[in-house]
C-alpha cells in the first residue's frame, strides 16, 4: 500500500499537463490533477484555438475584396463581432467539455483549485491537501505587462478574446508573433490597427526575410507600424485612451493591447518550501527528462520557458509519463522544433534562421524565392510570398527552411520531417514538384543566392 495518495500530482490542466496525466494514468498510475481555470489551458482557452478562429474570420474580408478579380461581385458583407465571439465561446466550450472526458475516460482525478507546494510530495488545493509520489508542475505563462503609469487600462491577449464590441482604433504594443497576429485580426476585421515596438524591426528571433516580407505584407494591408518607441503613459479620457509614447508623441486609442511578452506562471506555487529552483524570469530550471533540482518534481510547458509552443508541452508531458511510469527511456529533444506564425502573411519555419546559422559558423549557403502567389495574380493584390533553404555546404543537408505566404504553416508542417530526418538538397532536388503549388518552389530551388544578396 502506497503511502502517498497518488503516484502522481499534476499542478495545472493545459495541453501539456493534461497529456502527461493521461499517459500516465495508461501506464497504471494512480493521478490526480487540479486547474484554478477551465480545464484545457492556454491553447485551449484564450490562445492558439480562439486565435485562429478569429484569424479566419478576418481573412474574409480580403476574400470578397480579391474575389472581383475572379468574376465575383459580391453584395455588401456586414460583420458581427458579438455573433462571432459567441460562436467562438460555443466552440471552446465544446473543446472545454472534450477536455474533461478526456481526463475522466483516462481515470484521471480531477481538482478545482490553484495547487501550491507544501513541500516536496504535497500539494495544498485551496482548503484540502494530496501527497503524490511525484509531482508534476504544468502551470504555463501569463501575459506580461511593463509597469507603466495607467497600465490596467491594457488589455492583453487573454482580455482581447471577450470585448463587448469591435474598437475602432487599436494600438498594440510589442511585435512579437502574438502581436502581429492580432494586428491581422483586428485590421482584417476593420479596426485602424498601429503596432509600436521600441525596436527597430518586427518579428526578433526570426529569419531576417521572413520579417521583411511579413512586416511589407503588413504594412500594404494598412497596419500602421512604428519603431523605436513604446507607450510610457495610459489615461483614459473622454475620447478613449490616451497614449503618451516613448518618443513624447501622443495619440488617442479606443483601445490598448499590451503583447509584451509572457512570464511563466510560478507566483505564489511553493517552489521555495518544495526547494525548487528558478532561474532567470522566474522559470523552474530542468534537464532533458524535464526534472526540477527536486528529484520528484518534474515540470513541463511554458513554465520552464524553453519553447513556447503547445506542442512541444504536448511532447514534453509525453515524455515524462514515459519516462517515469511507462518504463522507456525518453529525454526531451527539442531540435528542429517547427513553428507557424499567423500574421498576414502567415510564417512556417523549421531549424535555424540564415542568421543563427552563420553566427554559429556554419558554412551555408541560401537558396530564396520570392514571389506573387497565383492566388494574387487575378486579384492584383500587390503581396509576395517567400521560400528559403538554408543548407550547410559541407553535406549539403538542408538544415532550415522559411515560408511567407498563403498556407505557410500547412506547407511547412510536411517539410519540417524532411530537416528533421536530415535529408540533404539533392533529396529536395530529387523530389517532383506539385504543379501549380507554391510549395514546389521548395523542391525547384537551384541557385544559391549570394549571401549579401
Not at 480531477?110 to 503524490?132: K, M, N, P, S
Not at 476585421?189 to 518579428?203: E, H, K, P
Amino acid at each position: 500500500m502506497s503511502r502517498f495518495d497518488y503516484d502522481l500530482f499534476v499542478i495545472g490542466a493545459g495541453s501539456g499537463g493534461v497529456r502527461a496525466s493521461r499517459i500516465a494514468a495508461g501506464h497504471g498510475a494512480r493521478v490526480a490533477i487540479c486547474e484554478e481555470s477551465r480545464v484545457g489551458g492556454t491553447c485551449v482557452i484564450r490562445g492558439c484555438v480562439p486565435k485562429k478562429l478569429l484569424v479566419f474570420a478576418s481573412q474574409f474580408s480580403e476574400s470578397f475584396t480579391d474575389c472581383e478579380g475572379y468574376g465575383w461581385t459580391p453584395p455588401a458583407a456586414e460583420f458581427s463581432w458579438p455573433a462571432l465571439i459567441a460562436a467562438k465561446d460555443a466552440e471552446i466550450d465544446r473543446l472545454n467539455r472534450v477536455y474533461h472526458a478526456l481526463l475522466d475516460n483516462a481515470g484521471v482525478t480531477l481538482h478545482r483549485g490553484r495547487g501550491r507546494l507544501i513541500d516536496a510530495h504535497t500539494v495544498q488545493v485551496g482548503e484540502q491537501r494530496f501527497t503524490a509520489d511525484k509531482i508534476l508542475i504544468a502551470v504555463g505563462g501569463r501575459p506580461w505587462v511593463p509597469n507603466i503609469p495607467g497600465r490596467d487600462l491594457a488589455i492583453t491577449s487573454d482580455e482581447a478574446f471577450h470585448l463587448d464590441e469591435l474598437p475602432g482604433r487599436v494600438l498594440i504594443a510589442g511585435a512579437g508573433y502574438i502581436a502581429v497576429e492580432f494586428a491581422g485580426i483586428f485590421n482584417g476585421l476593420g479596426s485602424d490597427v498601429t503596432l509600436a515596438y521600441r525596436r527597430d524591426r518586427i518579428l526578433r528571433g526570426f529569419d531576417g526575410d521572413i520579417r521583411s516580407v511579413v512586416e511589407s505584407g503588413m504594412r500594404g494591408r494598412g497596419i500602421q507600424i512604428d519603431y523605436q518607441c513604446a507607450p510610457a503613459r495610459l489615461e483614459k479620457t473622454d475620447n478613449g485612451i490616451r497614449v503618451t509614447f516613448s518618443d513624447d508623441r501622443v495619440a488617442t486609442f479606443d483601445t490598448v493591447m499590451m503583447a509584451t511578452g509572457r512570464a511563466p506562471y510560478t507566483d505564489d506555487l511553493g517552489l521555495e518550501a518544495a526547494g525548487v529552483t528558478t532561474g532567470a524570469g522566474r522559470r523552474i530550471e530542468v534537464d532533458r527528462y524535464s526534472r526540477t533540482s527536486v528529484d520528484n518534481i518534474f515540470a513541463v510547458g511554458d513554465v520552464t520557458d524553453r519553447i513556447a509552443l503547445t506542442p512541444v508541452a504536448l511532447m514534453e508531458g509525453h515524455a515524462f509519463a514515459d519516462t517515469e511510469f511507462g518504463g522507456q527511456d525518453r529525454p526531451v529533444d527539442h531540435a528542429d522544433t517547427p513553428a507557424a506564425v499567423f500574421s498576414q502573411p502567415p510564417v512556417g519555419t523549421v531549424g535555424p534562421s540564415e542568421e543563427e546559422a552563420r553566427e554559429a559558423g556554419r558554412d551555408v549557403l541560401i537558396y530564396r524565392s520570392e514571389f506573387t502567389p497565383m492566388k494574387y495574380t487575378l486579384s492584383g493584390r500587390r503581396e509576395k510570398g517567400m521560400m528559403k533553404l538554408v543548407v550547410d555546404s559541407s553535406n549539403d543537408q538542408v538544415i532550415g527552411c522559411h515560408v511567407v505566404g498563403p498556407d505557410a504553416p500547412e506547407i511547412l508542417q510536411g517539410f519540417a520531417v524532411a530537416v528533421r530526418a536530415g535529408l540533404t538538397k539533392a533529396d529536395w532536388d530529387r523530389t517532383i514538384g506539385i504543379h501549380p503549388t507554391s510549395a514546389e518552389e521548395l523542391v525547384t530551388l537551384r541557385q544559391p543566392v549570394s549571401p549579401t544578396a
